[in-house]
């Protein structure tokens, strides 16, 4: 069982930066693939990027790739996710997501965060 808490959303304006934390506890945090999805008002959850558990393969959506990156550190069990020239249509709930394999779909991760609230204002 792995336990996952985001942090670090907020308010900004358009052209900003947020660095989104996701702190693991319980669990092999080092054997996770790790995906970040955002879920934006009335609209469908969506795949904004993932790192595979060495931290040595990402992925990223095509709306942020340039913008934003991942990266964790697993001897804190955690993982972040810099967002850089943040736009009004970043605005959404973001969530990080723990499973066994990188992919976009949310299906395949089981363990998921509460998710925190970034607001990109214009």
């Known amino acids: 069982q792995v336990q996952l808490v985001e942090s670090g959303g907020g308010l900004v304006q358009a052209g900003g930066s947020l660095r989104l934390s996701c702190a693991a506890s319980g669990g092999t945090f080092s054997t996770k693939t790790i995906g970040w999805f955002r879920q934006a008002s009335g609209k469908e959850r969506e795949f904004v990027g993932g790192i595979s558990p060495s931290g040595g393969r990402t992925d990223y959506a095509d709306s942020v790739n340039g913008r934003f990156t991942i990266s964790r550190d697993n001897a804190k069990n955690t993982v972040y996710l810099q967002m850089n020239s943040l736009k009004p249509e970043d605005t959404a709930v973001y969530y990080c997501?723990?499973?066994?394999?990188?992919?976009?779909?949310?299906?395949?991760?089981?363990?998921w965060g509460q998710g925190t609230q970034v607001t990109v204002s214009s």
């Open positions: 997501a723990a499973g066994g394999i990188l992919r976009t779909t949310p299906t395949v991760y089981t363990y």
